[in-house]
């Protein structure tokens, strides 16, 4: 959830979070999202903002609502759930994966995304939402967990170096530096993991196929931006041909961007299968500067 944190929940959300601080080197502050909200005493009925105070095109939606499970449908416990966008709601959920946000706004829902954090063992993912949801919004996100790993980032601002794990390998240029997202700021070794995990297209998530991927990918730490492109290796498990033109794209975990690229997959590099058919390697000055989910298609698809 690149940006900021959600600190508190509230019921009827909290103020607009700014992006997070870059004044320590280009780590996070992690006391970005005021946390000072009360309940204000007397009782406001949802979605009662008067016409002028609410957002061109905005849609009361009541409450959000749904599961997050992994991809054997068992449910995920004590995870953060957010709903984003210029304003935050969130909670965790229940020990069946289950969670209910209470809204009561007029949002305009094409700018606002679910986020599912599954730090540290499970994936991170967005839903993106449409113009016009229902009031009541429901939402089944599954998560696929991501496989142990004892690969880390290498230190800000090392010599070049490739990392491998699973089916990916990172070229990282020298002098790379990482701007970790703030969940992962702070948390040692396990905050700079390199885990891949290959998600099967039936087991992926929507922008998958609504992108017509040919193979995909979660990887952590989610959000890891770098300094410089990495160069990426990939193991041809779509079998595509030999030599083919391929493109890599990279899911988007920006609410600040214009308009919001949240839960949305874009081409970040051009790539090629290689001659033995073996591999799909990044093209000469190509490369991916952000860590979430990266997705493979044959070009012109």
Same mark, same amino acid.
């Given at each position: 959830?690149?940006?900021?944190?959600?600190?508190?929940?509230?019921?009827?959300?909290?103020?607009? !979070?700014?992006? @997070? %601080?870059?004044?320590?080197?280009?780590?996070? &502050?992690?006391?970005? *999202?005021?946390? $000072?909200? +009360?309940?204000?005493?007397?009782?406001?009925?949802?979605?009662?903002?008067?016409?002028?105070?609410?957002?061109?095109?905005?849609?009361?939606?009541?409450?959000?609502?749904?599961?997050?499970?992994?991809?054997?449908?068992?449910?995920?416990?004590?995870?953060?759930?957010?709903?984003?966008?210029?304003?935050?709601?969130?909670?965790?959920?229940?020990?069946?994966?289950?969670?209910?946000?209470?809204?009561?706004?007029?949002?305009?829902?094409?700018?606002?995304?679910?986020?599912?954090?599954?730090?540290?063992?499970?994936?991170?993912?967005?839903?993106?939402?449409?113009?016009?949801?229902?009031?009541?919004?429901?939402?089944?996100?599954?998560?696929?967990?991501?496989?142990?790993?004892?690969?880390?980032?290498? !230190?800000?601002? @090392? %010599?070049?170096?490739?990392?491998?794990?699973? &089916?990916?390998?990172? *070229?990282?240029? $020298?002098? +790379?530096?990482?701007?970790?997202?703030?969940?992962?700021?702070?948390?040692?070794?396990?905050?700079?993991?390199?885990?891949?995990?290959?998600?099967?297209?039936?087991?992926?998530?929507?922008?998958?196929?609504?992108?017509?991927?040919?193979?995909?990918?979660?990887?952590?730490?989610?959000?890891?931006?770098?300094?410089?492109?990495?160069?990426?290796?990939?193991?041809?498990?779509?079998?595509?041909?030999?030599?083919?033109?391929?493109?890599?794209?990279?899911?988007?975990?920006?609410?600040?961007?214009?308009?919001?690229?949240?839960?949305?997959?874009?081409?970040?590099?051009?790539?090629?299968?290689?001659?033995?058919?073996?591999?799909?390697?990044?093209?000469?000055?190509?490369?991916?500067?952000?860590?979430?989910?990266?997705?493979?298609?044959?070009?012109?698809?």
């Amino acid at each position: 959830m690149r940006g900021f944190a959600l600190v508190t929940f509230a019921l009827l959300g909290c103020s607009s !979070p700014p992006p @997070a %601080s870059t004044d320590d080197g280009g780590k996070k &502050d992690a006391s970005i *999202v005021d946390s $000072s909200y +009360t309940a204000p005493d007397t009782y406001k009925a949802p979605c009662s903002q008067p016409p002028d105070q609410r957002p061109d095109g905005g849609t009361c939606i009541l409450q959000v609502s749904g599961s997050v499970n992994d991809l054997a449908d068992a449910g995920l416990s004590d995870l953060v759930v957010t709903v984003c966008g210029a304003i935050c709601y969130g909670t965790r959920t229940d020990n069946g994966g289950g969670f209910v946000i209470p809204i009561g706004q007029f949002l305009p829902t094409e700018n606002y995304a679910m986020h599912a954090d599954g730090r540290p063992d499970h994936a991170v993912d967005y839903f993106r939402f449409t113009h016009a949801e229902p009031e009541n919004v429901s939402i089944a996100m599954r998560l696929p967990a991501l496989p142990p790993s004892s690969v880390l980032l290498p !230190p800000d601002g @090392a %010599s070049g170096s490739s990392i491998t794990q699973g &089916d990916l390998t990172l *070229v990282i240029p $020298s002098g +790379t530096t990482f701007n970790l997202d703030i969940e992962d700021f702070g948390t040692g070794d396990v905050g700079r993991t390199f885990r891949v995990a290959s998600v099967a297209l039936a087991d992926a998530p929507a922008y998958a196929t609504a992108a017509n991927v040919d193979a995909i990918y979660a990887i952590a730490p989610s959000s890891a931006k770098s300094s410089n492109k990495m160069g990426v290796t990939l193991v041809n498990s779509a079998s595509l041909a030999a030599n083919a033109a391929v493109e890599l794209l990279v899911l988007g975990d920006d609410y600040f961007s214009t308009p919001p690229n949240v839960g949305i997959l874009s081409v970040v590099a051009a790539a090629h299968v290689s001659a033995d058919g073996l591999t799909i390697q990044t093209d000469v000055g190509e490369g991916v500067s952000e860590l979430t989910w990266l997705a493979v298609r044959l070009k012109g698809k």
